[in-house]
């Protein structure tokens, strides 16, 4: 039997998934804990626990004596991956969410790939090397789930190599994100291809000690993966000559920037 939090989870992605469809609009409130408790099926303590975590992240406000509200999409708590995934689905902002993780990580993930290369130890080097050997190994069975791992451990540890606390905090969210992210497009082969050989390029700079060439292989890998989180996220219609003719694209930037 679930206990009462796994249901309360359960019932505050269900509100949260109505907001985002736009059942329940801005400033609307949303119906009493009784009329949640009778369309749900669960009790109103569960119900309560659930408006409670839709509110710890900003969809929602309690006007006590009034009842809940649906806040502006704009006090959304952005960071958060139940919210994210959701809002990337169905929302109206679902198109330029998936942009604007790439952006950030460009932000974060570029300097830390330079500072990286200058701070890691070589134990930092065994265990990126450990992390590409077991992405090549998920690949070739393949097993996106063991992939998906391998990638999002392999920059953590580039991370951690950074030695910057204050950077690893702010890369925490971002990364429970990507984890999410990193499922859909890692299911296919050719993602899979691509992260092996970026991350066998942002590996050999940091070996190396050269932080601008493991900022630009950071910054060439977060480009392939703006390619294939266009094709296979947002428009997963696209056809597989435009997918070939994004690749080659990114490719010829790849070499572009390298020259």
């Not at 809940?68 to 919210?83: I, Q």
């Not at 969410?97 to 790439?102: E, G, T």
Request: hydrophobic share 40%; net charge neutral.
């Amino acid at each position: 039997m679930k206990s009462r939090p796994s249901l309360a989870d359960g019932l505050a992605d269900k509100i949260i998934n109505d907001i985002v469809v736009g059942r329940y609009a801005a400033n609307v409130p949303l119906p009493s804990e009784t009329e949640l408790a009778e369309q749900s099926g669960f009790s109103r303590l569960t119900v309560r626990e659930a408006i409670k975590t839709v509110a710890a992240k900003g969809v929602v406000r309690v006007e006590h004596g009034r009842g809940t509200f649906v806040n502006a999409p704009s006090l959304w708590s952005t960071l958060d991956p139940v919210l994210f995934v959701a809002r990337s689905a169905h929302g109206s902002d679902r198109l330029a969410l998936p942009r604007q993780l790439i952006e950030a990580r460009r932000v974060v993930e570029v300097a830390v790939a330079e500072m990286a290369a200058e701070r890691r130890t070589d134990s930092d080097l065994d265990f990126l090397e450990e992390n590409l050997g077991q992405m090549r190994a998920a690949a070739a069975v393949p097993n996106v789930v063991s992939f998906v791992d391998a990638d999002m451990a392999f920059h953590q540890c580039i991370v951690d190599a950074a030695r910057n606390s204050m950077i690893a905090s702010l890369f925490d969210p971002i990364s429970q994100i990507l984890r999410l992210t990193r499922h859909q497009t890692s299911s296919h082969a050719p993602v899979r291809e691509n992260a092996i050989k970026d991350h066998a390029r942002i590996l050999d700079a940091v070996r190396r000690g050269t932080p601008t060439k493991a900022g630009r292989a950071m910054r060439e890998h977060l480009n392939q993966t703006e390619v294939d989180m266009d094709h296979y996220v947002i428009n997963p219609s696209d056809s597989l000559t435009d997918i070939k003719a994004a690749d080659f694209r990114a490719d010829k930037t790849r070499k572009r920037t390298a020259s």
